[in-house]
Each structure stands twice: as C-alpha cells, then as structure tokens.
C-alpha cells in the first residue's frame, strides 16, 4: 500500500513559470487536501477537496488552482510562480467520518528563484 | 479564533526526560486534536489524537492531557529517546469540516 504519493520530490522554478504538484492516494479516502509548510508557520492550508467533483480555498489560496482529477488525484497549479510561494508541499487525505486523521504525502520541495 | 498556538517552538531534554509541548485554542467548536510527528525530508504522521469527552489519553510512551475549561491540551513524552527528537505539531477541527489547523511546530531533540 502506497498511501499518498506527491510527485515530484524537488522542483526549482524561474520566477512567472508555471507547474503542477501531482497527488494521489490508493486507500479510497474521500477528502483531499493541499498544504505549505513554511518555517515557525506551520502548515497553512492551500485548497481541499471535500469529495470527488468539489474543492474548496483554505487559508491561503492566492496564486494557486487545484483540480480533483478523480477520486484517488488532487493536483495543485502554480499559474505564474512567485519566490513567496517558495515552500514544502504537502497533499494530505482522509476518509471523512472515521478517526484515523490525515495521511500525508512525502512533500514536494518547490523553490521559485 | 481559528488559530492554535503552540509552545515552546523549540526544546531539549536529556534521554529519558519528559518533554512537555503545549497547545491552546480560542473555537470551542473544535472537537478533534491530533498530534503529527515529522522527521527531516518525511511528511507529518499521525501520533496520537484526542476528543475533548476525556481528559487523557495515552498510547505507548505518549500522553495527550486535555483541558476543556482551559481551552489547551499538551503532548507529553515519556522516557524520551533520541529517536523522538522530531518536529511535533498539533491541530485541531470540527467534525465535519475535516479541515485541520495546525500549531506552528515543536523542534524535539533529545540528547543521547
């Protein structure tokens, strides 16, 4: 069993170049979610997906999209990437409805130069 | 009101001591806390979690102690090891909306 897979691992973007953060979960969890974890901040929330078809902004949306492809792939889009978006990226999923918390994905480390 | 503020941000103990990391919470809408542990260049995991109808829970060598009237709940780790020495966060939500908010971290080494 996988759990959540983020591809890629590492990313170096030019500054107005864009790209797309890849997630997906083989364990049937219905919610997805898109977090940044920057240093004494935490992790913000980007986007989520409460169930396939439907998405939703977190705390931080601006300068992001996001697409629920299907039930297992959420994918996160840098439109035109800033050195602010700058970060660890972290796709993250749950079945809503259980107690067993969020799994999450390895983290992508994009850096915007 | 939707923040959780943890503290300290950063601690050191000696191999077998009790590292205590605390978190505090304005929304009494909150009825889920999870704690995430991170080691470098890996994703956070679940630890232990807790809802606010008990006022401890334990699993292994890990205690979550809950303050309702307080509003905080704190992490607490027993004979640590060097090999807690991680990032730990804590979070909260609503059932329901499953949407976490997280602390802001706790950098845990623990000296051999």
């Known amino acids: 069993n996988a759990g959540v897979t983020q591809t890629p691992k590492f990313q170096v973007l030019k500054t107005g170049q864009s790209m797309t953060l890849q997630c997906a979960q083989d364990?049937?969890?219905?919610?997805m979610y898109w977090y940044r974890q920057d240093p004494g901040m935490g992790l913000r929330l980007i986007y989520y997906?409460?169930?396939?078809?439907?998405?939703d902004k977190g705390e931080v949306p601006n300068g992001y999209n996001v697409s629920r492809l299907n039930k297992r792939e959420f994918s996160l889009r840098l439109e035109s990437a800033a050195p602010s978006q700058t970060s660890v990226y972290f796709c993250a999923s749950i079945i809503t409805g259980t107690s067993g918390g969020y799994t999450f994905g390895s983290g992508t480390r994009l850096t915007v130069v | 009101q939707q923040q959780v503020k943890q503290s300290p941000q950063s601690l050191i103990v000696q191999k077998g001591g009790i590292p205590i990391i605390n978190c505090a919470y304005e929304?009494?809408?909150?009825?889920?806390f999870p704690w995430y542990q991170q080691f470098p260049g890996k994703g956070p995991a679940l630890l232990i979690a807790i809802r606010p109808d008990v006022s401890e829970k334990k699993e292994g060598r890990f205690t979550i102690s809950f303050n309702k009237s307080a509003k905080q709940f704190s992490l607490h780790i027993m004979d640590s090891q060097p090999g807690d020495s991680a990032t730990y966060f804590c979070a909260a939500t609503t059932s329901g909306t499953y949407k976490y908010i997280f602390g802001t971290g706790t950098r845990l080494k623990v000296l051999a």
């Open positions: 997906s409460a169930s396939e078809g439907t998405t």
């Open positions: 929304n009494t809408a909150f009825d889920y």
């Open positions: 364990m049937n969890h219905n919610s």
